[in-house]
């Protein structure tokens, strides 16, 4: 139990478009969501968290304005990059939670490329 | 500042075993994590720590010292398949995990 799925897994737009990334919880309900951002050899950068119903929290330096999360029920969030960037490639991967804080699952990760 | 080091890339014999060291230094402690991580893929669960001690499970082991912000991953019997990434995460008192940029291992037949 406890799969995660991201969709797309590879995605190239070009730049100035917009991506949508979707995360699903597919066996549980994910009360709150979690999106990252790892460039190559680095480690996870937590973007934002975010909770059903309720608005994302963006961690210092994110754009909340550029990077929009949707967390509109307890199986689905989207991360939408806006006027993407080439500097915006990189791979987003997402996690989710039940209740327990402890438990984070993670989806198989999201490579975008902008050119 | 919230800090976890731990060495970039390690190199091991197929067989053999290997220890990946972790300090930490967090506002607040409320558990340790080992994830594996492939190129191109998501990290997986590894183990996860809080009280100090050994615990084993199966090849992997892993270790945590909170007095010194320490821990470690032991792998043994390597076999060609653990070439990849660890990634140390700590929990902290906010229940965010801080991650440290991860251990290439390579493994060499």
């Known amino acids: 139990g406890a799969v995660v799925s991201q969709h797309p897994s590879r995605v190239i737009c070009k730049s100035g478009t917009s991506v949508k990334i979707e995360c699903r919880s597919l066996?549980?309900?994910?009360?709150?969501m979690f999106w990252y951002r790892q460039f190559p050899k680095k480690s996870l950068m937590l973007m934002a968290t975010?909770?059903?119903?309720?608005?994302?929290?963006?961690e210092q330096g994110v754009e909340k304005d550029k990077f929009l999360i949707n967390h509109a029920s307890l199986t689905l969030s989207t991360l939408t990059v806006t006027s993407a960037h080439p500097e915006d490639s990189s791979f987003y991967i997402c996690?989710?939670?039940?209740?327990?804080?402890?438990?984070?699952?993670f989806g198989p990760g999201t490579r975008l490329t902008v050119t | 500042g919230q800090n976890i080091d731990q060495p970039t890339e390690m190199t091991a014999t197929e067989g053999a075993i290997v220890q990946i060291n972790c300090t930490y230094q967090?506002?607040?402690?409320?558990?340790l994590f080992w994830y594996q991580q492939h190129a191109g893929e998501a990290p997986t669960f590894l183990s996860y720590?809080?009280l100090d001690g050994l615990e084993e499970k199966g090849r992997f082991s892993s270790f945590l010292s909170r007095s010194k912000g320490y821990s470690y991953l032991l792998l043994k019997e390597l076999q060609m398949k653990d070439s990849a990434s660890y990634l140390c995460?700590?929990?902290?008192?906010?229940?965010?995990?801080?991650w440290g940029a991860g251990t290439k291992l390579i493994i060499k037949p």
């Open positions: 720590n809080v």
């Open positions: 996690s989710a939670s039940s209740r327990d804080p402890y438990e984070q699952y």
């Open positions: 995460a700590v929990m902290d008192s906010n229940y965010q995990l801080i």
């Open positions: 967090t506002s607040g402690f409320n558990g």
């Open positions: 975010s909770n059903e119903g309720s608005k994302a929290t963006y």
């Open positions: 066996d549980f309900q994910a009360t709150t």
